[in-house]
């Protein structure tokens, strides 16, 4: 008899446990609340929503968290820690101040029964907040370097170096070079290029320094005219003696 009654005790203990087992199981979801997925700095809110599927109320704990887009947590949240919750529970809404860029979001929760789907406990979005996106260097607190004044400098004393100083007005007692100058040193270099006996019968430059006028008289012409002095004198002593004897 005593065999009896614990091989009953044990099967409703099992029955019992089973029941109970079946009663605590449930299913519970999260769901991130966005109107958008862009929005301006200033603009940009959001929430996370736990909706009860199935099963009785049990006790909720959820978390949140915002990753840039090189993974690094810049936001985390816990708006519930073992809360209660019978339907549904929706936390505060928040409005973080996001600089320009892209986002994820994840949410998720955890609850106390034995929950079947735990798929639809996370929940994630990405979003965009406008504007320019920052630098590498204005992400790590570091300024952008400007152009060494050095080299400014330098390039500027180069470019005042390189500027031509203007041009001296000459001297009012110089004599400007005249067209007939450079003519009298083309006739010299043609006359110290010709051959002696050349040289020899070329005339004599004679050039007054008061003057600009250049007079060339060659030993040819001045042989002539000594025949022409000499012919006209010897053509009048003719003259003279044919006179003289009439």
């Known amino acids: ?45 959001w929430r996370m929503r736990a909706v009860k599927i199935e099963g009785k109320p049990a006790n909720i704990t959820g978390t949140a968290e915002i990753e840039d887009s090189s993974g690094k947590a810049v936001k985390t949240y816990k708006p519930w820690t073992s809360d209660s919750i019978s339907k549904q529970k929706t936390s505060n809404e928040y409005s973080p101040n996001l600089k320009p860029g892209e986002y994820e979001i994840t949410s998720e929760i955890s609850v106390d029964c034995d929950d079947t789907n735990r798929e639809n406990n996370v929940d994630k979005k990405e979003i965009t907040i406008s504007g320019a996106e920052e630098t590498k260097a204005e992400k790590e607190g570091e300024e952008i370097p400007e152009e060494n004044p050095a080299k400014k400098g330098t390039s500027l ?23 007939e100058d450079f003519d009298n040193v083309i006739e010299l270099k043609s006359q110290n290029n010709k051959k002696p006996e050349e040289t020899m019968a070329t005339a004599d430059i004679i050039k007054n320094p008061g003057n600009s006028e250049i007079i060339y008289e060659s030993s040819s012409e001045k042989a002539k005219g000594l025949i022409m002095i000499f012919l006209l004198t ?13």
Request: a positive charge; charged letters at 20%; proline letters at 4%.
């Open 157 to 179: 004393q180069g470019a005042e170096k390189t500027v031509p100083e203007p041009t001296q007005s000459r001297p009012s007692s110089i004599r400007k070079t005249t067209a």
């Open 1 to 45: 008899m005593k065999g009896f009654f614990l091989v009953i005790i044990v099967i409703m203990t099992l029955l019992s446990s089973g029941s109970r087992a079946q009663q605590s199981s449930c299913d519970y979801k999260v769901e991130i609340l966005l109107e958008s997925n862009e929005f301006e700095s200033q603009d940009f809110k």
């Open 234 to 246: 010897l053509s009048v002593l003719l003259n003279i003696v044919l006179i003289w004897k009439r």
